[in-house]
């Protein structure tokens, strides 16, 4: 069963390596939903910002163990989607619309 598209993209990775695979390799980064799989990635990006993707690459991301005295927690963990655009095309992530 396909997921609406607007729920597969949580959000842009804007981190300082995320922009450096962007501006060398035409790469953009997002947080997806952890039970996305590329065909669905694939089809909101292209449907979305109206672009023709030529890849996508996923990665599930474990959660941290932080501390405060003596309370423990855990982050979450969350799953990372690295799409590689053809060459010419752009997005605009900072832009939110």
Known sequence: ????????LVRPL???KSL???EKQNKYS???AK?????????AVETLFKVTVTGVTTVSVKG?????????????D???A???LKTGQKIDVTDAG
């Open 1 to 8: 069963m396909a997921r609406d598209i607007f729920n597969v």
């Open 35 to 43: 039970n996305a799989n590329k065909i669905e990635i694939r089809r």
């Open 20 to 22: 450096t695979l962007k």
């Open 14 to 16: 804007l981190t300082e």
């Open 82 to 84: 690295i799409v590689t």
């Open 64 to 76: 941290k163990y932080h501390r405060v005295g003596r309370y423990e927690g855990k982050r979450p």
């Open 30 to 32: 997002f947080e997806v």
């Open 78 to 80: 969350w799953k990372k």
